[in-house]
């Protein structure tokens, strides 16, 4: 990438604003040299990290990060051994270790969905020992603290009190009476690094000293009392025994630190990192950034707002661009003012800011190519200095990109062919379009010529675009319409804007023929644009109202479902309670007609209460309900139950079942069905006693059947008291034999069975003994 291209597009502005958002100069530093990537691959990477640490941001907040210096420098001078580092680097190093571990302590449980930026984490290896032995040594001015070392302890307490009892006595003697004439301050001082008393001239008459030095106006002098000297000595001594044991304390941290010089560059690097993506991250959040889909070829941009005009304060209308993968470029035409050079340097910097690694502020869906080369030809290029016309000065920076040219490549040209002859100017361009297309470019055009429109709009591989601009009030509305070409609208503006009638008029009558029924054909063609864009924008409100009531409809077919599955659920719940509830009457009722108490008028009524129990858990099917009204002798049937509707009354039905007779809400009964093949649930039926038998003969029968018709004898057996009847099953294959054992044995009905006597059939009968 060429830096003019980078400056002409205002790549620059946009590093210096995510500059601003780092909080370390190193990662201000490592913002500064960001450029864009010719690499695909690179630039997915790039892209990622910033879209995972603006996620992560999201959740989680802003990142605990501090400002931290450069360690480079100071680890450099503690790598050799016997260096020895004083307070000030070493409190640097501390901070930043400090800086360091909380980045990490807040990342670490939050990267494990963020591949990227869980690897910057895993390099912040500042080690906690080091932390530990800073902390504990250093004070935040630099310095030690008294607890560094039990011997600097001990010496810093001595010194503090022989000094405290040095300065109590020199008080002392300041005010001791007959001191008056003597005294010049009376205030205890330093000079020369010992105590000392402000005294006149004539002190000699009072004391013996030692003249330590004197003021500027020479009327003071500081003199170290005799009695003082060895005290003054004793503390020169402490401060020097203090010293040593301070620089034994730094040589040791040095030593520490000298020992994690790996880590702590690894960490380093880590943070500047950190940082910078941070600040890329910040970016994305203070514009309304996204990450745009990196495709093969082509341009789309949705909602794209320029980041120089949001900082701007104005509002800005964003714009949308979209150049097919199968496209060589756009153009933009429009009145001045109206927004065509702003659109073509947001194309331009969108693509230098998302191969940096940089999300744009547009919305999401946006998508852009990798470019190879993103060249630009913009504003008024021309050079006093090296004696360039604005025209010449264009023709040598064309001249520059053509000859840099590497597909794909972006150029974007701001009136080409301009500062000439318009006709030789258009040509100019259309020349250009044409080669720089079919070379693998993709161009953004913007241009006043209208043979460059409609050579854009004419030809295929190029989309024409027009800056939006109110007619009638002959102001731009900044938006860019695709698909159409737009007026320039100089004559109109300049007689807007004052210019005397008489000199626009003048200027319209020479305007060039056809040049009057071009811009009414424009105006049709804008009219016909407008009023397909209102239907299609209807078109797209209907289908989003369709798929609309779509999403309603399946939401309550989803709920219908829900509460059908849980009604479902709750009949089941029910049903199984009221089943077993009725098991138990059953068999109480059953027990009571064997030994006689009851008799089958009470079985009937307890089927008709055990219907109504029924009703109440399941509600009344509406398929039920007959087109042709039931009458008495009809065949119906409920549940599982067939019989003969012998009485029908309002709210009363009774239907006649072999002996039985029961009474059930006629809303319950629906004529019966074709007879379906033989169920295996069991029938209660009770039959006459003339008909009562104690032996069953299933020879001839295929399994299925004679299982069924045993299971109706052995219950008829039951209800009639039968103590023990004979199964007649034959020998054959014995596969008839072994089906009737097998069902005897999992039989409520059978006690026990065996095989019957020889003179009662032998192996070819089986006696059962049944459960009373």
């Not at 089958?600 to 009524?605: A, D, G, I």
């Not at 399941?618 to 119906?636: F, I, Q, S, Y």
């Not at 059930?664 to 008909?691: D, G, H, N, Q, Y």
């Amino acid at each position: 990438m060429r830096e003019r291209d980078l400056k002409a597009l205002e790549f620059d502005k946009i590093v210096a604003l995510v500059r601003g958002m780092a909080v370390s100069e190193p990662g201000r530093r490592a913002v500064e040299p960001i450029r864009p990537s010719t690499d695909a691959g690179e630039v997915r990477e790039r892209l990622r990290a910033t879209a995972e640490l603006t996620e992560l941001r999201s959740h989680s907040g802003s990142l605990p990060l501090e400002d931290f210096e450069d360690q480079r420098e100071i680890l450099l001078a503690a790598a050799p051994e016997g260096a020895v580092l004083n307070g000030e680097p070493l409190l640097k190093v501390r901070n930043f270790v400090l800086a360091a571990r909380t980045a990490a302590a807040f990342l670490r449980s939050r990267v494990e969905s963020f591949p990227r930026v869980a690897a910057i984490v895993q390099s912040l290896v500042a080690p906690k020992e080091l932390a530990d032995a800073l902390m504990g040594a250093l004070a935040d001015h630099g310095g030690l603290v008294d607890d560094a070392s039990p011997a600097l302890k001990r010496l810093r307490t001595r010194l503090r009190d022989e000094r405290l009892e040095l300065e109590t006595r020199l008080a002392r003697s300041l005010t001791a009476q007959g001191m008056d004439p003597f005294v010049s301050d009376y205030v205890v001082t330093v000079r020369n690094h010992r105590f000392v008393l402000p005294l006149k001239l004539n002190y000699m008459e009072r004391l013996e000293g030692i003249v330590q030095d004197r003021s500027v106006s020479g009327e003071t002098l500081f003199v170290e009392p005799m009695w003082a000297v060895e005290l003054n000595n004793r503390l020169m001594l402490l401060e020097r025994e203090s010293e040593e044991e301070e620089y034994r304390i730094f040589a040791q941290l040095t030593a520490i630190v000298r020992g994690y010089v790996p880590e702590l560059h690894m960490t380093f690097d880590a943070m500047v990192a950190l940082d910078a993506l941070n600040a890329c991250a910040i970016f994305a959040e203070r514009f309304g950034c996204v990450e745009p889909e990196i495709v093969d070829a082509g341009i789309e941009l949705l909602g794209a707002r320029h980041p120089l005009l949001v900082t701007s304060g104005r509002e800005v209308v964003p714009i949308e661009v979209r150049i097919g993968p199968d496209q060589h470029g756009i153009v933009i035409s429009g009145p001045n003012t109206g927004g065509k050079t702003v659109a073509l340097k947001t194309v331009g910097l969108f693509a230098l800011m998302a191969q940096a690694g940089f999300q744009i502020p547009a919305d999401k869906g946006s998508k852009l190519g990798v470019f190879r080369g993103v060249f630009a030809d913009i504003g008024d290029e021309q050079s006093i200095e090296s004696s360039l016309s604005s025209f010449a000065a264009h023709i040598v920076n064309l001249t520059n990109i053509v000859a840099n040219l590497r597909a794909p490549a972006l150029v974007i040209l701001d009136e080409p062919g301009g500062g000439t002859d318009p006709v030789e100017g258009a040509a100019l361009a259309i020349g250009l379009m044409d080669y720089l297309g079919a070379h693998g470019c993709i161009v953004a055009i913007a241009t006043h010529s209208t043979a460059v429109k409609l050579h854009a709009y004419s030809r295929a591989g190029f989309e024409a675009a027009a800056v939006d601009f109110d007619a009638d009030r002959l102001t731009p509305l900044y938006r860019l319409k695709p698909h159409t070409i737009g007026q320039s609208y100089g004559l109109a503006v300049a007689r807007r804007l004052g210019l005397l009638d008489e000199i626009v008029s003048a200027a319209e009558a020479t305007l060039p023929a056809g040049s009057a029924e071009l811009a009414e054909a424009l105006n049709r063609l804008e009219a016909e644009r407008a009023r397909m864009g209102a239907q299609a924008d209807r078109l797209h409100e209907r289908e989003e109202e369709l798929e609309e009531r779509e999403r309603e409809m399946a939401r309550s077919a989803d709920q219908a479902r829900a509460r059908a599955d849980s009604e479902r659920e709750r009949v089941r719940g029910e049903g199984l309670s009221v089943i077993e509830e009725l098991r138990r009457e059953g068999s109480s009722v059953l027990a009571e007609i064997k030994s006689g108490s009851k008799g089958k008028r009470e079985l009937s009524r307890t089927l008709s209460e055990s219907i109504g129990k029924l009703d109440r858990v399941v509600p009344p099917r509406e398929d039920t309900l007959e087109a042709e009204p039931l009458k008495v002798g009809d065949a119906v049937e409920f549940g599982d139950i067939r019989g003969e509707l012998i009485a029908l009354e309002p709210g009363r039905a009774v239907i006649s079942r072999g002996g039985l007779r029961i009474e059930i809400a006629p809303e319950r009964l629906r004529r019966a069905r074709a007879i379906a093949p033989p169920s295996r649930e069991p029938k209660v039926t009770i039959i006459a006693a003339a008909s009562e038998r104690d032996e069953l003969n299933l020879i001839g029968m295929r399994t299925g059947d004679a299982l069924r018709k045993l299971e109706e004898f052995l219950d008829q057996a039951y209800l009639t008291n039968r103590a023990e009847v004979r199964i007649v099953h034959g020998i054959g294959s014995g596969a008839l034999k072994k089906a009737v054992h097998e069902y005897l044995g999992t039989s409520p009905y059978c006690a026990a069975f065996r095989q019957a006597e020889p003179h009662h059939g032998g192996s070819g009968a089986t006696i059962v003994q049944l459960s009373l």
